[in-house]
């Protein structure tokens, strides 16, 4: 392959995006992930880095915001002038007509891109995500769950996954039609014709990812066609068919090692996440070392938020100064915040932002955790971070490694951003003491 680079890529939440880059750096892509569009400063800094992203957060974005932001960005990944141009969403597809709607920032970006059509790509098996006939399946504990019957996403307190056929669910955000290249027809090794030509009469077309032979044949399809359609909308699947062996990428196929970094003492954490998963890794942590903060979600988006943030870093300050690790929660599983808080994950994620970089500033911290994709994605802007790059993937946690943050005052902070689903019971110990 020239220098030209592989792959620029747009995550609609915090979580999603640093999912994207440890997809690309386990399998030896170089990749920075920046928190907005850089500055040229900041963008040659790490020329050299064959992948490319930006941290967003259309996932809890309504469409006038996408509207206003996203053709900027399409613009920047477009000059990027990359193999692949990305736009990441969450593979669990939650997503509505109102907030983080797929369909309109598909819409905006292939109008950017001028593409006829455009591939969508959801399954994931090392997530356990899985597409079957164009409906999305996806693990939770030992079992495997249709989405719309999944213990966690059809409960989404925002966006709720009550159909678990993609392109129906997508019919309600766009007015483009779906076409579909099931399993049955990439395990019959389905000829370039005839996938072409699906393309040629759908604007958007859905392709099954089941296994690794799926896998396989759809990052051969999306390579072929990158000339035609470089623009492609999907979940880190995306990254996981092209770099497998047999794609024809000439990069796929290679690993990376990550050297352990090390304990670097208490660490703190932030959590607006109201998955049960998160629920069940906060109960263990308190039992392993952490000390656990219950936080007001509505003293957060109310009059009294400077109080409730100032007792927080003042309660945190004192844990931290015994040599324990704060661990600060806004939910506990189904203790979900009530109807008047929806839509308030903006103030506070920001909010818990504002507790955490207090803290790090504070005890001078070389380590933290937030804790929920929405959540994660307005507390960031909060840190000072300009640039994440992958530390080290953080076992049986796809999806969620840790990172090596840039500050824009020139330090450098080790960080995890963890997805609501993602991580067995000990994550957050798993953070402190890798």
């Known amino acids: 392959m020239t220098q030209r680079r592989f792959l620029a890529f747009y995550g609609d939440d915090q979580t999603g995006s640093t999912d994207v880059m440890e997809a690309l750096e386990l399998r030896s892509v170089p990749t920075v992930l920046f928190t907005g569009i850089p500055t040229p400063e900041q963008e040659a800094r790490f020329h050299d880095r064959l992948a490319v992203g930006i941290a967003g957060t259309s996932r809890s974005e309504t469409t006038a915001w996408m509207d206003a932001n996203l053709p900027s960005i399409f613009v920047w990944l477009k000059d990027q002038d990359a193999e692949i141009c990305h736009y990441k969403i969450c593979s ?46 996806a693990g939770f504990l030992s079992e495997n769950f249709r989405i719309d019957r999944h213990p966690v996403m059809s409960r989404h307190p925002v966006t709720p996954m009550d ?26 090794n389905i000829s370039p014709e005839a996938v072409d030509a699906t393309f040629d009469v759908f604007p958007i077309v859905h392709l099954d990812v089941l296994d690794d032979e799926t896998q396989r044949a759809v990052g051969r399809h999306i ?27 000439p990069i796929a196929g290679r690993v990376r090692d990550f050297p352990k970094p ?44 400077q109080v409730e943030i ?16 704060p661990l600060f929660y806004t939910a506990l599983g189904t203790e979900t ?14 909010a818990l932002g504002q507790i955490l970089d207090r803290l790090i500033k504070r005890h001078t911290l ?50 995890a951003f963890k997805g609501g689903q993602v991580g067995g019971d000990d994550y957050f110990p798993l953070v402190r003491d890798i």
């Open 366 to 415: 070389r380590r933290a955790v937030v804790a929920g994709g929405d959540t994660s994605s307005h507390a960031i802007g909060q840190l000072g971070i300009y640039a994440l790059e992958c530390l080290m993937p953080l076992p049986l946690s796809p999806g969620s490694p840790l990172c090596s943050a840039h500050r824009v005052d020139g330090g450098v902070l080790e960080v």
């Open 92 to 137: 669990t597809f939650d997503s509505s007509p109102t907030i983080g709607s797929i369909g309109r920032a598909l819409d905006i970006g292939a109008a950017i891109f001028n593409q006829d059509s455009t591939a969508l790509v959801v399954g994931a098996p090392e997530l356990r995500r899985y597409t079957a006939f164009g409906n999305l399946f």
């Open 163 to 188: 159909e678990a056929d993609i392109g129906r669910h997508l019919q309600r955000q766009t007015e483009k039609s779906v076409g579909l290249i099931d399993l049955v027809a990439l395990k019959r």
């Open 223 to 249: 390579w072929r066609r990158r000339t035609i359609s470089r623009f492609v909308v999907g979940s880190s699947g995306v990254e996981y068919a092209l770099l497998g062996e047999g794609t024809g990428v």
């Open 310 to 325: 100032e007792r927080a870093v003042s309660t945190g300050s004192a844990v931290l100064s015994a040599g324990v690790s």
């Open 262 to 305: 090390g304990s670097r003492g208490p660490v703190a954490v932030v959590s607006g996440s109201c998955s049960p998963t998160t629920e069940r890794q906060i109960r263990f942590a308190e039992k392993h070392g952490f000390e656990g903060i219950a936080l007001d979600p509505g003293l957060l988006v109310g009059e009294q938020r």
């Open 337 to 350: 915040p009530g109807a008047e808080l929806q839509g308030m994950g903006h103030e506070i994620g920001t």
